[in-house]
C-alpha cells in the first residue's frame, strides 16, 4: 500500500514538473521562431512544439487524465490528435480565428477542471471536448509552419501527431494503474488535474491581459 502511495506521489509530482518545465520563454517554437527549412527541422519541430508550450503541455496532460477515467478511455485520446491535424490544416487553409490564443488557454482550463471534479462526464461528451480542443491547439500550432516547404510541413504533422499521440496515451496509462477498481479517480490525480487548471488559468490571464 505504502508503495502504492509513494508511486502515485511521484506521478503527480512528476506532471507537476513538467509543467513547470514549460516556461513561456520557449512556449512557441523549438526552432527560435524559424520556419522549418528540411524534413528533420520539420519532424523535430512537430516533436518539439507541443512538449515545450506551457498551454499545450498542460492540455496534453489533461487529456490523458481525464482519459484515464474511462473503461475504453485509451480510445479518447484519438478524438485530439484527429481534431488537432484538422486544426493544423484549417490554420494552413487560412481560417480566421479570433483569440486563438485564449481559446487555447480557456481549453486546458475546460479540461483541468474535468479531471479534478469527482464526477466523470459522459464518453460523448468528453469526445466532444477533446475534438474541440484538440482543433483549437492544432489551430494555433499551425501558426509555426506558415509558409513551410511540402516536406518539413508533413514532416512537422508528423512529429505532433506522434509525440500527442504517446503522451496522451501513455499519462492514460500510466494514470489508469493508480486507478481504484471502479476507475473512480484518487487524489492525487485529482490534484494533478487542479495543476492543469491552475495552469490554464495563468495562461488565460496573459492572453487577455496580451490582447487588451
Not at 500500500?1 to 502515485?8: I, S
Not at 501558426?143 to 492514460?172: N, R
Amino acid at each position: 500500500m505504502t508503495a502504492r502511495l509513494l508511486t502515485k506521489t511521484h506521478l503527480t509530482a512528476l506532471t507537476l514538473a513538467g509543467l513547470v518545465a514549460a516556461t513561456p520563454a520557449l512556449a512557441h517554437h523549438p526552432m527560435g521562431g524559424m520556419t522549418p527549412t528540411t524534413f528533420m527541422q520539420g519532424l523535430l519541430s512537430g516533436f518539439g512544439h507541443p512538449v515545450i508550450g506551457l498551454d499545450h503541455l498542460a492540455a496534453l496532460v489533461g487529456v490523458g487524465l481525464v482519459a484515464a477515467r474511462f473503461a475504453r478511455g485509451l480510445t479518447l485520446p484519438a478524438f485530439w490528435v484527429v481534431a488537432m491535424a484538422a486544426g493544423v490544416g484549417l490554420h494552413l487553409a487560412s481560417l480566421d480565428l479570433p483569440y486563438a490564443e485564449a481559446l487555447v488557454a480557456l481549453s486546458v482550463v475546460i479540461i483541468g477542471i474535468a479531471a479534478t471534479v469527482r464526477t466523470t462526464l459522459p464518453y460523448a461528451a468528453i469526445a466532444t471536448l477533446f475534438a474541440v480542443g484538440g482543433a483549437v491547439h492544432g489551430y494555433a500550432l499551425g501558426e509555426s509552419i506558415i509558409g513551410a516547404e511540402s516536406a518539413p510541413l508533413v514532416a512537422y504533422l508528423v512529429g505532433l501527431v506522434v509525440i500527442q499521440t504517446a503522451l496522451t496515451t501513455g499519462i492514460a496509462f500510466a494514470a489508469r494503474r493508480f486507478t481504484q477498481a471502479s476507475l473512480t479517480p484518487s487524489l492525487q490525480l485529482r490534484l494533478a488535474g487542479l495543476a492543469v487548471t491552475v495552469m490554464g488559468t495563468a495562461t488565460l490571464i496573459l492572453s487577455l491581459h496580451a490582447s487588451a
